[in-house]
């Protein structure tokens, strides 16, 4: 299941996760997030070890910011709190997400 995020949940949703963490920075009029959007509800319900989350930048524009987020779709992974990846490709997404879970 994916959850929205606030930017001031981070610290307890994510930076204190003990399983992996995915955050999807999106947002509603976006076509590729659209797209991306089915794909990623399906992963986040196979791969329940990992925690899934949804950011919509246009209600957390500073928390996207923060993170550096340039374009939309974005996913960060992160473990233990720390990011260790990101890609911004909605094709390579699952991709990516199912060879994270396998870390």
């Known amino acids: 299941m994916v959850k929205e995020l606030r930017a001031n949940e981070f610290n307890t949703l994510v930076k204190a996760e003990d399983k992996p963490v995915v955050l999807k ?3 509603d009029w976006c076509p590729g997030c659209k797209q991306l ?4 509800e399906s992963v986040a319900e196979e791969l329940e070890e990992i925690a899934f989350y949804h950011v919509d930048v ?7 910011q923060q993170y550096q987020v340039m374009s ?3 996913l960060i992974l992160f473990k233990k709190g720390e990011e260790v990846d990101r890609v911004t490709a909605p094709e390579a997404c699952e991709e ?7 870390q």
Do not use: N
């Not at 959007?37 to 990623?40: L, M, S």
């Not at 990516?96 to 396998?102: A, G, I, Q």
């Open 58 to 64: 246009d209600k957390e524009l500073e928390f996207a």
């Open 37 to 40: 959007a089915p794909i990623f």
């Open 72 to 74: 939309i779709p974005t």
């Open 25 to 27: 920075f999106t947002a």
């Open 96 to 102: 990516v997400v199912r060879d994270f879970s396998l």
